[in-house]
């Protein structure tokens, strides 16, 4: 068996500048922010979502 193999040509041009997207990009980031959007994240799968009090009680 034989699988088909897709070539494809990578201009060193588009390269560079893709490259430096995702460099400006991750350099937005502030990691704290996301490590304490994680940290939130984890605890909310282990104990659920907070849930808002009702408006009205119950008579």
């Known amino acids: 068996m034989?699988?088909?193999t897709i070539k494809?040509?990578?201009d060193p041009k588009n390269l560079q500048a893709a490259i430096k997207r995702?460099?400006?990009f991750w350099a937005t980031i502030d990691?704290?922010?996301l490590a304490q959007l994680c940290l939130e994240e984890?605890?909310?799968d282990l104990i659920g979502r907070k849930k808002e009090r009702?408006?009205?009680q119950l008579d």
């Open 8 to 10: 494809i040509k990578i």
């Open 2 to 4: 034989s699988e088909s």
């Open 22 to 24: 995702v460099s400006d």
């Open 42 to 44: 984890q605890d909310m």
């Open 31 to 33: 990691a704290e922010k």
């Open 54 to 56: 009702e408006k009205h």
